[in-house]
């Protein structure tokens, strides 16, 4: 396989130069689409969207494997100044989706041409990661009732991590998201008459102060628990109290108990501050991501397979939890199964550049290694 890694280079980089944003990978999934089936694929479109499936079944053999690859880019303007470099203005691929599309399509050609398993082999090529629920999507679409797995894989390059380094971690590995807009209503008046008004920028100030103790005083301290007050806005003149403030939350955590309290926990504060004041608060709640947890068994399976491939001495065996969110999770709550990191590079090489940067680009030597990866997952958990 290495010596045809040439070919998803260049597939990698023409991804990467036409980007595509949550649900419109048109472009994308019609490419692999057209990969795969070349290959021998059963391919289904536009499940969830623009989702696109592979099912390849070999022999009598009654194991369901699926493996995952995201294909959706972000609205940032790329400054990588590569060759490849997007020809979308405001869109780029500032997470590697395209590196883990290349990856999966690398293996899933290495896999069309050899014997070496015996079963149902599913790839899921996912729509809108960031932000958009692509893997919910698919799911609600009929993704499992379809294509049943008995086990579930992903995995998701991170700089600042060795190239080719893998990274695995059992149990809780990547935060919930939830979201939150405040809306606190006053009465408005002149800025010289403060006693003839209900203030909320004063009120919204004692809001943003407040919710922090929802982290240190009702979050176990063995915990993890995000609470950001990203925006808040209010009037625009010196000496004019606003009638109304708004405030935009960001609220994450590892545990699924935590997440709940810490809904309940910001409602009560805001309204009991807002009362306090003279006010009345509006909260409109959404839900996001949920915590992403990685069944024990399939992470040891995924784990094993890592040292066989690359040896003990790269790969972390139980890495730290992400904070951010990734909406695999939504998978991994209906079929057991583990999401996995490789290393982009770290020190001064250019994969170190963080994600959902302007100048971030994938490792295009992670594909070899991922697609190895995967193949080798597959001979493994579809043993013939």
Known sequence: ??????????????????????????????????????????VERNIGGTGVVGQLVRGNGT????????MDALPINEASGTEWTSQRPGVMHACGHDGHTAMLLAAARDLAQNDTFEGSLNLIFQ????????ALRMIEDGLFDRYPCDAVFAMHNMPGIPQG????????????????????????????????AIDPVVA??????????????????????????GALNAGKANNVIPASATMELSVRALDREVRGMLERRIKAIVQAQAESYGLTADIAWRTGYCVLVNTPAETAFARAIGVELVGVAAV????????????????L?????????????????AGACMVHNP??????QNIAVGAAYWSLLVARFLCA
């Open 1 to 42: 396989m290495e010596m045809q890694i040439g070919e998803f280079i260049r597939l990698r980089r023409e991804i990467h130069s036409q980007p595509e944003l949550a649900f419109e990978e048109h472009r994308t999934a019609a490419l692999v689409a057209a990969k795969l089936e070349g290959w021998g694929y059963r």
């Open 63 to 70: 194991k369901r494997l699926g493996l995952r690859a995201d």
């Open 127 to 134: 729509p809108a990661e960031e932000g958009g629920g692509g």
């Open 165 to 196: 380094h893998l990274v695995f971690r059992e149990g809780s590995a990547a935060a919930s998201s939830d979201y939150a807009t405040i809306t606190l209503h006053g009465v408005g008046g002149h800025g010289a008459i403060p006693h003839k």
């Open 204 to 229: 919204a100030s004692s809001i943003v102060m407040a919710l922090q103790t929802v982290v240190s005083r009702n979050v176990d301290p063995l915990q993890m628990a995000v609470v950001t007050v």
């Open 316 to 331: 972390t065996p139980q890495g730290p939890a992400l904070t951010g969110s990734e909406d695999f999770a939504f998978m």
């Open 333 to 349: 709550e209906r079929v057991p199964g583990s999401y996995l990191l490789i290393g982009n590079g770290d020190g001064d090489s």
């Open 359 to 364: 100048g971030y680009d994938f490792n295009d």
